[in-house]
């Protein structure tokens, strides 16, 4: 068993050819060299990496696959996968006569952003939603690893080329994260084999920590951290609005923070923030009333979401198993930093001990 909590000896990485048809690893790369690895919550693909090239990367249409090689003393070692990566882009940089080179990989979600719709396509209602985006990454070559849902549209929706959600829906992958976030899942990610993984979504507060950063003398983190708590655009305004449906009807709601005690509200700030929230589908209910209640609460509740600041840590850590999405609890008493947070980004450096600057945050309450 890995020992993550006691100090890496050795650090060693290897890069592995990976044939797109098969998905074996068909030989080692001996032309990269060291590198980072990028991972962002936020972002649609969520992961890429930029490494060295010593000579050509020529692996045609193939993948390329990061490892880690940790050992710990006694001679304990455990190879740890860090990506499957797209190879898309070398460049070279030349200065008084000497070159170096490097090559930018994207994580495999790449595949859905340029595979885009060349005609509108339609998902009727009652189609389950998982099981429908999960189809559109298989078509493409991906394999999928999915939570269950038995969630089914309750109106058709249109996506790709003449649909009306704009550019973004033209790609597979918008598509795939509209039919996902319908589910309550959240947006499509890939593990380090580069398989797809659809995840229900799930409050941080509601999860393990997969790793305690603990200060101490066995502490997994460099003594030093940038502490932020941004309120700059928190909502004091929502606007929620659902339809029009196929019957061309429509609800809308708002909710307000006028309260002069509230740091947030329009009145403490001088001016309003608001944020528009739009469902195609009409809220539960058989009546108008019954439908205006719901869409009221939905407001209120958004309010409350919106209105939490985001309190955000960033730090420097060696490799432990965690990763963006991950709830982690960081104890640092000399900083005055404790709390239950969630990893947004990591960059992993491939050298000694992979060294990770990793950004965490949670959506802070107790400003209110």
Same mark, same amino acid.
């Given at each position: 068993?890995?020992?993550?909590?006691?100090?890496?000896?050795?650090?060693s990485?290897?890069?592995?050819?990976?044939?797109?048809?098969?998905?074996?690893e068909?030989?080692?790369?001996?032309?990269?060299?060291?590198?980072?690895?990028?991972?962002?919550?936020?972002?649609?693909?969520?992961?890429?990496?930029?490494?060295?090239?010593?000579?050509?990367?020529?692996?045609?249409?193939?993948?390329?696959?990061?490892?880690?090689?940790?050992?710990?003393?006694?001679?304990?070692?455990?190879?740890?996968?860090?990506g499957?990566?797209?190879?898309?882009?070398?460049?070279?940089?030349?200065?008084?006569?000497?070159?170096?080179?490097?090559?930018?990989?994207?994580?495999?979600?790449? @595949?859905?952003?340029?595979?885009? *719709?060349? +005609?509108?396509? %339609?998902? &009727? /209602?009652?189609?389950?939603a $998982? =099981?429908?985006?999960?189809?559109?990454?298989?078509?493409?070559?991906?394999?999928?690893?999915?939570?269950?849902?038995?969630?089914?549209?309750?109106?058709?929706?249109?996506?790709?080329?003449?649909?009306?959600?704009?550019?973004?829906?033209?790609?597979?992958?918008?598509?795939v994260?509209?039919?996902?976030?319908?589910?309550?899942?959240?947006?499509?990610?890939?593990?380090?084999?580069?398989?797809?993984?659809?995840?229900?979504?799930?409050?941080?507060?509601?999860?393990a920590?997969a790793?305690?950063?603990? @200060?101490?003398?066995?502490?997994? *983190?460099? +003594?030093?951290? %940038?502490? &932020? /708590?941004?309120?700059?655009? $928190? =909502?004091?305004?929502?606007?929620?609005?659902?339809?029009?449906?196929?019957?061309?009807?429509?609800?809308?709601?708002?909710?307000?923070?006028?309260?002069?005690?509230?740091?947030?509200?329009?009145?403490?700030?001088?001016?309003?923030?608001?944020?528009?929230?739009?469902?195609?589908?009409?809220?539960?209910?058989?009546?108008?009333?019954?439908?205006?209640?719901?869409?009221?609460?939905?407001?209120?509740?958004?309010?409350?979401?919106?209105?939490?600041?985001?309190?955000?840590?960033?730090?420097?850590?060696?490799?432990?198993?965690?990763?963006?999405?991950? +709830?982690?609890?960081?104890?640092?008493?000399?900083?005055?930093?404790?709390?239950?947070?969630?990893?947004?980004?990591?960059?992993?450096?491939?050298?000694?001990?992979?060294?990770?600057?990793?950004?965490?945050?949670?959506?802070?309450?107790?400003?209110?």
């Amino acid at each position: 068993m890995a020992r993550w909590g006691e100090r890496i000896a050795l650090t060693s990485y290897r890069y592995m050819r990976v044939s797109r048809k098969s998905g074996l690893e068909t030989g080692v790369i001996s032309s990269l060299r060291g590198g980072c690895i990028r991972r962002n919550l936020d972002t649609s693909i969520k992961e890429s990496a930029e490494c060295p090239i010593v000579g050509k990367l020529d692996i045609g249409s193939d993948l390329v696959r990061i490892y880690m090689t940790c050992e710990w003393g006694g001679g304990e070692t455990e190879d740890v996968v860090l990506g499957t990566f797209i190879p898309v882009v070398p460049s070279r940089s030349i200065k008084s006569g000497y070159s170096t080179a490097t090559v930018r990989m994207y994580g495999r979600l790449q @595949e859905l952003v340029d595979d885009a *719709f060349a +005609a509108p396509v %339609t998902v &009727e /209602r009652g189609e389950n939603a $998982v =099981a429908r985006a999960k189809k559109v990454c298989e078509d493409c070559g991906l394999t999928v690893v999915s939570e269950p849902s038995a969630y089914t549209l309750s109106s058709t929706r249109c996506y790709g080329i003449g649909s009306d959600g704009g550019a973004e829906s033209d790609t597979k992958l918008s598509m795939v994260n509209d039919l996902l976030s319908l589910a309550g899942f959240r947006s499509a990610a890939t593990d380090p084999m580069g398989r797809v993984i659809f995840e229900k979504y799930r409050e941080p507060s509601e999860m393990a920590p997969a790793w305690e950063f603990v @200060e101490g003398p066995t502490a997994k *983190f460099e +003594a030093s951290m %940038t502490e &932020e /708590r941004d309120y700059t655009d $928190v =909502a004091n305004h929502v606007v929620v609005y659902y339809g029009p449906d196929q019957d061309g009807k429509a609800i809308a709601a708002e909710a307000w923070d006028r309260d002069p005690g509230s740091p947030l509200s329009t009145v403490s700030r001088g001016r309003t923030i608001t944020r528009v929230k739009s469902y195609s589908e009409l809220p539960d209910g058989s009546s108008d009333q019954e439908r205006q209640k719901v869409a009221d609460a939905k407001a209120r509740s958004l309010l409350d979401t919106e209105q939490s600041v985001v309190w955000r840590v960033s730090m420097r850590h060696p490799y432990v198993p965690v990763k963006p999405a991950d +709830a982690v609890l960081a104890d640092y008493a000399s900083g005055n930093v404790r709390g239950k947070f969630q990893v947004r980004t990591q960059t992993l450096t491939l050298s000694g001990g992979c060294p990770v600057d990793a950004e965490l945050r949670v959506h802070d309450r107790r400003n209110r």
